[in-house]
């Protein structure tokens, strides 16, 4: 019998929604304000306080928030952009279409993280930026990779998406850089649905971001969002369509208050799977490096055929079979077939991503996860390796 009946599934990635957030929506549609509004703006600034620096603007993915990162920029066709190749879709996509040409640097096989030395060793004349993805939660090495930037003149604009309580020598990642950019994805670890935010030091910086952000209107057409009476603006910018909506913002305000309780609990589940998987032949997280501090986005284990006695996909449909949601994250970038062949990347370009996305499973790590729900996870993975 699965661990698990069907009718019990235990979905990967399901967010923990209280009442808070619930009442809020409502509020907003009682209120009929749904689109941009004051709960955007208390959102942002609630925000921009929790990371401890900088200026905030919503927007409706983390997909738009680099993407108007990279736009903001400045950067020309042709501009290379070096990022990760062990990282989601997202975070090449918007470097294209950006208008650069993405460069893969490998990643730390430890870590799972990009490579500073890989970084380096990837940079031509044509190298504008790095965009360095927290992988799972994990600092990047920011220090290595701020001192190349400042080194060779480079941009940098973080992918915080895994990330949000994240801290490299007590300084809050998507901080370091030019922008940092956070998600609030349905599986994120403060979540709107659908969501993002570009954080930015310089507050000029980020009234440009807003500006792409909604069609290319100058700053007066956010007055629009207020009380104050009808302001016209002018178009100063071919704009994007990004903004998030106070539905979004409605139900990220409440998140945030919860996001150091809601860490704790993951830290909790975490803790109970490292020590039931300890004996295991499996890879597990390393530990965290010394003065950062990991935002447990993702629980990571690697199935290696030749120690696990099982395939990686055979592993996953095991688990899916007890009844356990499981992920994959991520097939290394040179894996999909479009990069490929627009790009003629090879999979000996980059061998340690190509290994562990070959080898790692996501387990399910959200605060919403009772113990019994972990424990299920535990005796899954024992019985999907036919481990007694």
């Known amino acids: 019998m699965p661990v698990r009946s069907k009718n019990n599934f235990l979905i990967f990635g399901s967010p923990r929604i209280e009442q808070d957030e619930i009442d809020e929506v409502v509020a907003s549609m009682e209120a009929g304000w749904l689109g941009t509004g004051p709960k955007v703006a208390k959102f942002e600034s609630d925000f921009a306080t929790y990371l401890g620096s900088g200026h905030a603007a919503a927007c409706n993915s983390c997909t738009a928030a680099l993407h108007l990162g990279l736009v903001a920029l400045g950067l020309k066709p042709g501009d290379e952009v070096i990022t990760t190749p062990l990282t989601f879709c997202a975070s090449v996509n918007a470097i294209i279409h950006a208008g650069c040409t993405p460069v893969l640097a490998d990643v730390d096989p430890v ?11 990837k940079i031509t004349k044509r190298t ?19 001192s190349i930037a400042t080194e060779h003149d480079l941009k940098v604009v973080e992918d915080c998406a895994h990330a949000i309580e994240t801290t490299y020598k007590g300084q809050h990642v998507g901080t370091f850089g030019n922008f940092g950019c956070f998600s609030f ?13 570009v954080m930015a030091n310089s507050e000029e910086d980020i009234k440009h971001v807003k500006i792409l952000g909604l069609h ?18 002018q178009v100063v ?20 208050k919860r996001v150091e309780e809601y860490h704790v609990r993951r830290r909790h589940v ?27 986005h993702l629980f990571t284990i690697l199935i ?12 996953l449909i095991r688990m899916t079979h007890e009844n356990i949601g499981v992920g ?14 627009r790009f003629g990347w090879t999979l000996e370009d980059t061998p340690h991503a190509v290994r562990l996305g070959r080898q790692t499973v996501s387990l399910p790590l959200s605060a919403k996860l009772t113990d019994q729900d972990v424990l299920d996870v535990i005796q899954a993975v024992k019985k999907s390796l036919a481990i007694s």
């Open 185 to 197: 994805y349905v599986t994120k670890n403060v979540c709107t649905g659908e969501g993002g935010m």
């Open 237 to 256: 910018e071919a704009g994007f369509k990004y903004n998030m909506m106070d539905i979004q913002a409605a139900i990220g305000i409440h998140q945030l």
């Open 304 to 315: 290696d055929p030749d120690s696990c006695g099982v395939e990686r996909d055979e592993f």
């Open 128 to 146: 504008k930026a790095i965009l360095p993805v927290h992988f799972a939660g994990r600092a990047c090495d920011m220090d290595a990779i701020m």
């Open 270 to 296: 975490w803790d109970m799977y490292m020590d039931a998987f300890k004996a295991l032949p499996i890879g597990l997280p390393a530990p965290e490096e010394p003065d950062t501090r990991h935002a447990l």
């Open 328 to 341: 994959v994250h991520y097939l290394s970038i040179p894996e999909q077939p479009y990069y490929r062949e």
């Open 216 to 233: 290319g209107m100058s700053a007066d057409a956010w007055k629009r969002f207020s009380d104050d009476g009808y302001k016209h603006y």
């Open 111 to 121: 870590s799972m993280n990009i490579d500073p030395e890989s970084i380096r060793a």
